[in-house]
């Protein structure tokens, strides 16, 4: 039976292997997907070399950049975000190895965002990332396609991939009325740190915002409720893992 997986330290909070185990059998794929938690990414070949029949693999917090010169090739879209989250593993009749990288965020979100966009062109729209860790790459790439110019806000504010980044506390209300998409890449919120979310001006936000949130567990989370509040559009991560989950599926599969 053909073994699939995620690699990351912290998996509780996971759906995905519910996700593909309902994907397999609703499918009758003879397949199986587990979760791998390691306390390093130092620990990786330990995992392909006791599973041989592993055909590749996801890959989470906080090992998405870490994975990278673990590598033999990568997308040219992986690359460019410098995240992976996506694995094929490829083994000869030699019982060599090769690991190929690519990146589904930025596409699963994409398609989950794009729900969310008015009709017409969207370029011209400019959107806050909250957090700068692998994810956000992801989220700034997609939102480039999309004709959106991004910036970030990180608790520690410096440039990242080329856009700008501010602090949360340079969020002023003119920044507010500009930047009508906001996007939460940070963990803030995750169950069980279900009280928390990204200290944003939340009385500054407007019917006319789209509010999207990576985090999926739980369902709505702070960031959603408040902004929901103040009229925003909003919508949790579950549609972009269901996304880049049937992504890296068809790249396992090569369907």
């Known amino acids: 039976m053909t073994l699939y997986g995620l690699i990351g330290r912290s998996l509780g909070h996971s759906f995905s292997a519910r996700f593909f185990a309902e994907k397999f059998a609703r499918e009758g794929i ?7 938690e390691i306390p390093s990414i130092d620990k990786l070949h330990e995992i392909i070399e006791c599973h041989p029949n592993l055909a590749g693999f996801n890959v989470t917090i906080p090992y ?20 992976v989250n996506t694995v094929c593993i490829e083994r000869d009749t030699c019982g060599r190895i090769k690991l ?22 969207c370029n011209g729209y400019q959107a806050l990332i909250l957090g700068t860790g692998g994810a956000s790459a992801a989220v700034e790439a997609a939102l480039t396609d999309l004709g959106i110019l991004s ?13 700008p980044c501010i602090g949360y ?21 995750t169950y069980p740190d279900t009280g928390s979310a990204p200290p944003i001006p939340y009385q500054l936000l407007s019917p006319r915002h789209i509010c999207h949130d990576l985090v999926y567990n739980p369902a709505s989370t702070r960031f959603m409720q408040e902004c929901a509040l103040r009229g925003s559009a909003v919508k949790n991560g579950l549609d972009m893992l269901h996304n880049q989950a ?10």
């Open 30 to 36: 003879s397949a199986r997907y587990i979760n791998f």
């Open 64 to 83: 998405k950049r870490d994975i990278i010169p673990l590598l033999d090739s990568i997308t040219p879209q992986a690359q460019n975000i410098g995240a």
């Open 100 to 121: 190929h990288g690519a990146n589904t965020d930025a596409p699963g979100f994409s398609l989950s965002l794009q729900n969310m966009l008015p009709q017409h062109s």
């Open 151 to 163: 910036t970030y806000v990180s608790r520690t504010p410096e440039n990242h991939h080329g856009a």
């Open 169 to 189: 506390d340079d969020i002023t209300a003119e920044i507010m009325r500009s930047h009508l998409v906001i996007v939460n890449t940070t963990p803030l919120g």
């Open 246 to 255: 049937l992504l890296s599926y068809r790249l396992w599969s090569k369907s």
